[in-house]
């Protein structure tokens, strides 16, 4: 399985970007896809999961700004974020798994990973 993130790059305060993730070489229909981000030296968090059975989960920072999203391919993810801050600054990672249920905001439950996109805001 090969995960591809798209879209990060840099963004004055205020703007929107759109991250994209193709998850390829997956036999199943349906399963858990995340975004998550990191800053040198921290811990990767998780921004935002959508779970094989359709849940949508956000946390609770980017409630309001960033939107997560699935393609009409089930195998594509997507992170309409908007009104970005630089604190939002962070390598973005798209991650998939089978199902991630009440888990979904451990890193440790994803089994695939792509390389990361970055998004820089700065004026």
């Known amino acids: 399985v090969q995960v591809v993130e798209s879209g990060g790059g840099l963004v004055q305060p205020g703007g929107s970007l759109r991250l994209s993730c193709a998850a390829s070489?997956?036999?199943?229909?349906?399963?858990?896809m995340a975004w998550f981000r990191q800053a040198p030296g921290k811990e990767r968090e998780v921004v935002a999961a959508?779970?094989?059975?359709?849940?949508?989960s956000v946390v609770d920072s980017v409630k309001g700004r960033f939107t997560v999203s699935r393609g009409d391919a089930t195998n594509t993810l997507f992170l309409q974020m908007s009104n970005l801050n630089p604190d939002d600054a962070d390598m973005y990672y798209c991650?998939?798994?089978?199902?991630?249920?009440?888990?979904?905001?451990?890193?440790?439950?994803?089994?695939?990973w792509g390389q990361g996109t970055q998004v820089t805001v700065s004026s």
């Open positions: 959508i779970d094989s059975d359709g849940t949508l």
């Open positions: 070489g997956w036999t199943a229909s349906w399963f858990c």
């Open positions: 991650a998939a798994t089978w199902a991630c249920g009440q888990g979904w905001r451990a890193s440790k439950v994803y089994m695939y």
